[in-house]
């Protein structure tokens, strides 16, 4: 057997790169020569260093002009019926591959897997040659080592992400409730004459049925007295004492009050109840905890974000008509969906401009879906805003008076409970939202 030839000693460009680019998946692989021979190729696939190459490379001149396989070597040399005598001695240029993949020295590993995906169309049975800014020969590599490495990146990546994610939802859901909060805040004037009025005539009440319950206190303290002077055989002039008594108390007591008693209590019940109303809207409103799903009448939703937003409507003189079709129980966040509603009631009343406001409330179930639509005949929204409406921070009122997220909280509500939101405007005419909500909550809306 003649001798293998030396090969060529490795270029020094190919420490220069560990640490750098591939860094340390490039391997200093020392390259055949156009001279090594189909047999001295296959003696060098023996080598214990080269036992997890695929391939190795072939050198010219320093620069890399193709590369031989081990399954190049078995499929046409040493699986043919006198291969080995007939391509032993040939070049091994003969067999090799002259397109063979190179990636540069300074390619990372994103960079080297998109080249190693390209070049790949088959099973994997080459490595690559790994060359320098000007072509030359650097060293070699191992796909699998590459695949391997973007593997390891890629799991760091996806917890990345993950860790990114859960960041991104806590800080919508901090986001959500602080522009709830927000909404609530400019709400608290009127909120507070909202419960001042009730608690006002509560308070009349309670002050007329204190005086109407004394002077019947009295009334009966004298009818006692009287009662008692005349059981104990008294003198006539303890019982005239006890009767001049008793006609004062007469005197003073009225009735009629008596008879209003039971009205006054009614009245004070109800505006106790109103109260109560609006407290608890308030707090389901202003829950934290709110995100889990749960069947909830739609209807009932609309007629809270009416209350809680009721001053605002009354202090523009809008006329609120309600178009209710009959509709199945939605399973929704109720707390989130009345923060969409109310968002869209507010944002109706303070378009329009006019003393002759109306608000339009509709609903319709069709199919699987619960539609509602918000309608008023406010000043509408021009052609150029209308389609950035539902941007984050975009907003077309005064500054101090808008943050421009709440439309852009009301989208990604709907749209975490698998439904959508669509508006249709002309200007000087009004304009349409509308809500469609699916029945049943899709999997995941069940959520903290």
């Known amino acids: 057997m003649s001798a293998i030839p030396v090969p060529l000693p490795m270029p020094a460009s190919a420490a220069a790169v560990t640490g750098r680019g591939l860094g340390s998946l490039v391997l200093a692989i020392e390259p055949l020569t156009a001279a090594c021979s189909v047999q001295q190729a296959g003696e060098h696939f023996l080598d214990p260093r080269h036992a997890e190459l695929l391939s190795l ?25 006198f291969g080995r005598e007939l391509h032993g001695r040939r070049s091994v240029t003969t067999v090799m591959n002259p397109a063979p ?16 995906g390209a070049h790949i169309r088959r099973s994997i049975t080459e490595d690559f040659i790994v060359v320098d800014e000007a072509g030359a020969y650097v060293g070699g590599g191992i796909v699998l080592d590459v695949l391997r490495a973007l593997k390891t990146r890629l799991g760091q990546r996806s917890a990345e992400l ?8 806590s800080s919508q859901h901090r986001l959500v409730q ?19 009025t009730p608690f006002g005539y509560v308070r009349i009440n309670v002050e007329m049925m204190r005086t109407s319950l004394s002077a019947a206190g009295n009334l009966l303290a004298a009818y006692g007295e009287v009662v008692d002077v005349l059981l104990a055989g008294g003198e006539e002039a303890a019982f005239a004492a006890a009767a001049t008594r008793l006609d004062a108390a007469r005197a003073d007591f009225e009735p009629a009050l008596l008879g209003d008693l039971e009205a006054l209590l009614d009245d004070t019940l109800h505006g106790v109840t109103q109260i109560g109303d609006l407290v608890g809207n308030l707090k389901d409103f202003a829950r934290v905890d709110a995100g889990r799903s749960e069947a909830v009448d739609l209807h009932a939703l609309i007629e809270s974000a009416l209350r809680i937003g ?3 409507l009354k202090k ?35 378009a329009i401009e006019h003393n002759r406001g109306r608000i339009r409330l509709r609903t319709q179930a069709l199919g ?4 509602v639509a918000v309608e008023d005949n406010g000043k509408g929204i021009p052609s150029d805003v209308l ?18 997220l709440g439309l852009s909280i009301c989208q990604q509500i709907v749209q975490a409970h698998g439904g959508r939101i669509g508006v249709t405007s002309t200007p000087g005419e009004g304009t349409r939202f509308l809500i469609a909500l699916p029945v049943v909550a899709p999997p995941g809306s069940d959520r903290r």
């Open 178 to 196: 602080s522009e709830k909060l927000a909404a609530l805040g400019q709400l608290v004037a009127g909120l507070a004459h909202e419960i001042n």
């Open 387 to 404: 389609p950035r409406i539902f941007e984050p921070f975009f907003t077309t009122k005064p500054v101090g008076q808008g943050t421009g």
């Open 101 to 116: 993949l190179t990636i540069p020295a300074a390619a990372d590993i994103e960079q080297a897997g998109r080249l190693i």
């Open 368 to 371: 699987a879906w619960v539609m």
């Open 310 to 312: 009721g001053h605002v």
């Open 57 to 81: 490379p072939i050198v010219d001149d320093g620069r890399p002009i193709g590369c031989i396989s081990r399954h190049e070597l078995m499929m046409r040399v040493y699986m043919q019926p």
């Open 316 to 350: 523009r003189n809008v006329q609120v008509e309600r178009a209710y079709g009959e509709v199945p129980p939605v399973r929704c966040a109720p707390a989130q969906i009345n923060q969409v509603l109310l968002n869209l009631l507010t944002n109706a009343a303070q």
């Open 162 to 169: 993950e860790s990114a994610y859960r960041h991104l939802k």
